[in-house]
Nanobody, 118 residues
């Protein structure tokens, strides 16, 4: 059972990135996937979550209107499209699985770094 994130990098303010979270060893039909981030020197916080099967999505206030979470069941992968990136968005972004959005995490990914700088 494993989650592997990719897609992080350096982007200018106002730019976009798409993060990927590839799952192996289990199917996303039955588990929720959440995206979390941990800015430097701060605690980890929730960003977005998609329910098993993709029927429901949730966003933090900072992500609403700028980020979009989606699932590709054929690839067993969850994406986080991040647009209009701001100077307060840099962090290590993690994906994690749980039985449902808001419940305790079963598996964490290793994280991917997002840097926003001009």
């Amino acid at each position: 059972v494993q989650l592997v994130e990719s897609g992080g990098g350096l982007v200018q303010p106002g730019g976009s990135l798409r993060l990927s979270c590839a799952a192996s060893g289990f199917t996303l039909d039955y588990y929720a996937i959440g995206w979390f981030r941990q800015p430097p020197g701060k605690e980890r916080e929730g960003v977005s979550c998609i329910s098993g099967g993709g029927g429901s999505t949730f966003y933090s206030d900072s992500a609403k209107g700028r980020f979009t979470i989606s699932t590709d069941n054929a690839k067993n992968t969850v994406y986080l499209q991040m647009n209009t990136l701001k100077p307060e968005d840099p962090a290590v972004y993690y994906c994690a699985s749980s039985n449902r959005c808001g419940s305790s995490v079963n598996v964490w990914g290793q994280g991917t770094q997002v840097t926003v700088s001009s």
